[in-house]
């Protein structure tokens, strides 16, 4: 008999098609979650998409040379940083699937017992010498053609670009005066540079004109104004196609080319200034060829957490070299390669000098107390050094047999990441934080593409003129809230 209140359980037979069905369908749910690293990739994502439409509705505005080179170059960057989110989002399914299933990939071993710290790689003081005929730079002679150059850098997933820069023969070399900082690295870190660069045609500031704006200012000029410039446009060259008209949609602004890159390791991390190879991608028959010398020298500097942060601290009673019956009760903090004994705990954070500060290198030993020693008895371990033909040696005394495995374990992680980051711990390097990027000075003075025609005929209230006039204004003040939107993010 029927009961509105009666509860009734449906049963699956197990076993059964509408069985696996359910099975399925719990399977994708906790196979596709998304983990909080993942989210915060894809808003990174979400941001880059919405950038490069900002940047497409720049490069349609822009009416000077300067200002379409800018905005290509921030629609290069975008696209590059969204192919690269695109493909770490799709590793990181790819290794999400392969651990819900517990599948391997054939040519990857167990994974290692140990990771090492992460750390931070800064490269600057970035410079490329360029190689000009002797005709083009000391005697002057030849075309004087200009580049639009900028680099871009990327380490695993991370991109960044340096400031768009004017080259042309009175330049002996390219110099990149922003530093570029990378906060999460590993010590197989792989730095690619490459640079970007596009040939400026001295044509004018119209090539780069919105063609509905040409449109309407060729047709809102007078009889005498329009037989100047049909003048000015026939004496520009015979080739039949006007400057004043945009190039095809295919091309949509000015086009970068790729230069030369290189790649840069740990091997090349030294806190000075060194030279790398770098392979050139163009020929001199190619439009955008800048004749480079085949090098480029920077200072690549790098920080590993273990040699900025603290990596274990606690209490400590920490026995002299050579002096059996004095114990200091420490609070010891290790720190780089060293472990610095304090009086008290605050002591470390207000800059105090340390009691004692026992050196921790690749040299140094550690060696154990028995983890079986009797109930009471102290749990110690001993460090030593060597210095020319003395060893000495610190013991030191922990309150238990599980703060004795964490600073052990501690000290073996140290020892592990000396090994991997190698020359980066023989001492603290020095990194500079970058400035915030801010929008191109010369972008700022650019004036109306109507001021840019040099028309001597006044412009007369309520003509034609009049209206263009205010609506390129609206332009440029739309180019400029663009140009900040996109720098303050950045």
């Known amino acids: 008999m029927f009961s509105r209140n009666h509860r009734s359980r449906v049963t699956v037979a197990r076993g059964s098609a509408l069985e696996m069905e359910f099975k399925r369908g719990r399977f994708r749910l906790s196979l596709f979650s998304d983990p909080p690293e993942d989210t915060e990739l894809q808003r990174k994502l979400d941001h880059e998409i919405r950038m490069r439409e900002g940047a497409c509705k720049l490069l349609a505005a822009c009416s000077q040379r300067e200002q379409a080179l800018e905005a290509t170059k921030s629609l290069l960057v975008c696209n590059s940083r969204i192919l690269s989110y695109m493909g770490e989002l799709q590793r990181r399914k790819e290794a999400q699937v392969l651990g819900k299933t517990g599948r391997r990939p054939s040519d990857s071993g167990p994974p290692a017992d140990r990771s090492p710290c992460r750390g931070r790689v800064c490269i600057s003081d970035l410079r490329i010498p360029l190689m000009w005929k002797d005709t083009e730079y ?21 991109i960044q670009d340096t400031e768009m820069i004017l080259v042309d023969r009175t330049l002996t070399d390219i110099s990149f005066q922003s530093n570029v900082l990378f906060t999460e690295a590993g010590p197989d870190f792989e730095l690619r540079l490459e640079l970007y660069g596009a040939c400026v045609e001295e044509e004018g500031a119209l090539t780069g004109a919105p063609k509905r704006l040409a449109t309407k200012l060729s047709s809102s000029l007078g009889r005498s104004s329009g037989r100047r410039v049909r003048a000015s446009l026939d004496s520009a060259g015979g080739s039949g196609s006007s400057p004043i008209l945009l190039p095809t949609p295919a091309v949509g602004g000015p086009r970068y080319h790729l230069l030369a890159h290189t ?4 091997a090349a991390v030294q806190d000075g200034f060194r030279t790398h190879d770098l392979t050139l991608a163009s020929h001199e028959e190619n439009p955008a060829w800048l004749p480079l010398y085949g090098s480029v020298c920077c200072r690549l500097a790098a920080q590993p957490l273990c040699m900025t ?5 606690g209490t400590l009673r920490v026995q002299q070299a050579g002096e059996m019956q004095n114990w200091a009760r420490v609070h010891g903090v ?9 009086r008290r705990p605050e002591d470390a954070n207000t800059g105090e000098e340390p009691l004692l500060t026992i050196a921790i290198n690749k040299e140094t030993r550690v060696r154990a107390g ?9 749990f110690s371990l001993s460090i030593s050094n060597q210095y020319g033909d003395d060893e000495v040696t610190h013991t030191l005394q922990t309150e238990s047999r599980e703060a004795l495995q964490s600073w052990m374990e501690a000290l073996w992680q140290l020892f592990f990441d000396m090994s991997q980051w190698k020359q980066c711990c023989d001492e603290i390097m020095k990194i500079e934080t970058p400035a915030p990027r801010k929008p191109p000075q010369a972008l700022a003075k650019q004036g109306s593409l109507y001021h840019e025609m040099v028309l001597s005929e006044p412009v007369a209230p309520g003509s034609p003129g009049e209206g263009l006039l205010l609506q390129d204004n609206a332009i440029s003040a739309e180019i400029q809230a663009l140009l900040s939107s996109y720098y303050s993010d950045r």
């Open 370 to 378: 028995e983890l079986d020693q009797a109930p009471g008895r102290p």
């Open 309 to 313: 942060q603290p990596t274990a601290s």
């Open 334 to 342: 290790l720190k780089g390669t060293n472990l610095f004994c304090y």
């Open 138 to 158: 000391f005697k002057n002679k030849g075309d004087l053609h200009r580049w639009a150059v900028f680099l871009l850098l990327q380490l695993g997933e991370h």
């Open 263 to 266: 790649t840069l390791t740990l």
